[in-house]
């Protein structure tokens, strides 16, 4: 194990224990999506207007959706979000040991 692999251990071990790690990661995760779909939008000229009459939604839950600091999202909005940029949403289980 390098350095860096041994601080970030720490750093989750941290967290754990702190009660903060499954939120940090549901924040890590959203940050990845939110990222995503900004590029996609570049990648394909769209407007937040336009994707989000594609979504069928608002112009706001779009926003709430783009924002990395914001982990609230619910499957249905990121299935739509998928599906509106030519993508599909895969969500995986992932049991250790499993």
Do not use: C, W, Y
Request: hydrophobic share 40%; net charge negative.
């Amino acid at each position: 194990m390098n350095n860096t692999e041994s601080s970030g251990s720490r750093f989750d071990d941290f967290l754990e224990e702190e009660g903060l790690l499954e939120d940090a990661q549901a924040v890590a995760i959203k940050r990845v999506i939110a990222f995503q779909l900004s590029q996609l939008m570049v990648q394909q000229s769209l407007s937040k207007m336009e994707l989000a009459r594609r979504m069928k939604t608002s112009r706001a839950a779009l926003d709430r959706l783009l924002d990395p600091q914001n982990p609230s999202v619910t499957l249905h909005t990121l299935q739509s979000a998928a599906k509106a940029v030519g993508g599909q949403l895969k969500i995986s289980l992932e049991v250790p040991g499993g």
